[in-house]
């Protein structure tokens, strides 16, 4: 898959917007970008994708850089039960999602 | 409920035992994903099946095997069980072709909620 970098983790307030930073400089051609996210040991659910336009659905919104080297997911007000982690995932030349070690939000009162 | 349903939740067994996880795909998926998850690990890839066929190999050890049926549901099997097998085992559900890349598509997973397994 092609690289992506997340910070380890991340705080935010509750009501507050969490905007979750993902490199993917080697993305190439036309490959998505994928985020997910997994609430302690529950399975990972999807959040969204994008290929080059920003992209918004009932739970976030995803901002894509002109070059596509990097993305940003958007909570837009962030709740405990959004307290998770948060995977950025770039599929090089196959199905399969390879997750990395994502960013560990956590939403505090 | 994502659709995906996943037995048993829970499964406590021995070492050098066999279990069989099962998996059922949401509704009209047709490609099945398997995944581990260790507590020092994260999430590990085993193994894709679309419409009966294997179509992807992960990490998945030669003491596991895993099969797709003709109505699309799906076992993973584990034998001669070691205490490092304890972990979640999520399956995973996709509605698009197996090979989607190939046409430059998305390709979204559905997850189930995951089969527990304590191996003592």
């Known amino acids: 898959d092609a690289k992506t970098t997340q910070p380890p983790s991340m705080d935010c307030a509750e009501g507050r917007a969490a905007n979750l930073p993902c490199n993917h400089s080697?993305?190439?051609?036309?490959?998505?970008v994928y985020w997910y996210r997994q609430i302690h040991s529950q399975g990972p659910q999807y959040i969204i994708h994008?290929?080059?336009n920003n992209e918004t659905n009932e739970m976030a919104s995803l901002i894509i850089t002109e070059d596509r080297k990097s993305s940003t997911l958007i909570l837009p007000h962030a709740t405990l039960r959004d307290t998770a982690v948060y995977y950025c995932?770039?599929?090089?030349?196959?199905?399969?999602?390879?997750f990395g070690t994502g960013t560990r939000l956590q939403v505090f009162p | 409920d994502s659709g995906v349903t996943q037995t048993p939740k829970h499964l406590i067994t021995a070492t050098g035992q066999r279990v069989t996880l099962r998996c059922s795909p949401r509704?009209?998926?047709?490609?099945v994903y398997w995944y581990q998850q260790s507590l020092d690990q994260g999430l590990q890839f085993l193994i894709q099946?679309?419409?009966?066929?294997?179509?992807a190999k992960g990490n998945i050890l030669e003491r596991f095997s895993a099969q797709q049926f003709p109505d699309l549901h799906s076992e993973l099997n584990l034998s001669s069980l070691e205490l490092g097998d304890s972990a979640l085992y999520f399956c995973?559900?996709?509605?698009?072709?197996?090979?989607?890349?190939?046409?430059?598509?998305?390709?979204?997973?559905?997850f189930g909620a995951g089969s527990r397994l304590t191996v003592l």
């Open positions: 099946y679309y419409n009966g066929e294997e179509r």
């Open positions: 994008g290929l080059k």
């Open positions: 995973a559900s996709s509605a698009t072709e197996a090979g989607v890349w190939k046409s430059r598509g998305a390709n979204v997973l559905t």
């Open positions: 995932i770039v599929p090089h030349n196959t199905d399969k999602l390879i």
């Open positions: 080697t993305i190439s051609g036309n490959e998505y």
């Open positions: 509704s009209g998926d047709l490609s």
